[in-house]
């Protein structure tokens, strides 16, 4: 068989089973390329991957509250935790949780990580910028972490990335009634399969290459994707917060 042939062959198979042939690639995400998403940093509790964060200078990762765990550590530079250089990618951190925050169903689940030393910034280390103003209605986003890629699954090694909108926080507010904290903001999870799941929390949700929101929660740690929207906090509500993070 000609080269030229099986690909007609291969564009033609396709065709008949329509776009869902590719559906695994959309709900699993896509691996991150080596030189992108240089912010990302995995936050881990005694040296196993437990949640995702993002540097935002050379002093600080933000993570979700409920990733506070007894030994926690950060690690950045990495795109796979299998290849991690302890010297010079991993940082001990004093923890700086949002002072009201309780649970993820309260709200104010956000966590200022203060990085044992100085990060060095290079072509695999680099801050992002946060996002000062409300987001519009379904913008282009998209949140990446090393967790799970199926409900009930593992963590994944390699960092993976998906695109998600931003959900109307009208509708967000409808689906989960009196359990959306007051400070957050929905995308992905709803009337898709694209999202997050357990072990990307902390991470960003990036729109237009800032940080919009903090990976927060799930409709009942499902990641299926039934009724209801994945939820962030909103990190424009918090920056007056972080500018103060030196009290950390």
Known sequence: MTRATHR???LHLLTCLGLHALGSEIINGRNVPKNSMLYMASVQNDGVHKCGGFLINEHFVV???HCKHPKLSVVLG???LQKVDNKS???DVKTCKFPSYENVEKGDDIMLLKLSRKARLDNKVQPIQLQKTKMRDESNCSVAGWG???TGGKPDNVLKAVDVRIVNQ???KEKWGENLPAKAICAGGYGTDKGFCQGDSGGP???SGKAVGVVSFN???NCSYPNKPNVYTDVSKYLEWIKKRNRC
């Open 148 to 150: 799970y890629t199926i």
């Open 78 to 80: 990495t795109h796979n």
């Open 8 to 10: 007609f062959l291969l």
């Open 170 to 172: 009208k509708v967000c």
């Open 219 to 221: 409709y009942n740690k």
């Open 89 to 91: 990618m991993r940082y």
């Open 205 to 207: 949700l990036v729109c």
């Open 63 to 65: 993570t979700a509250a």
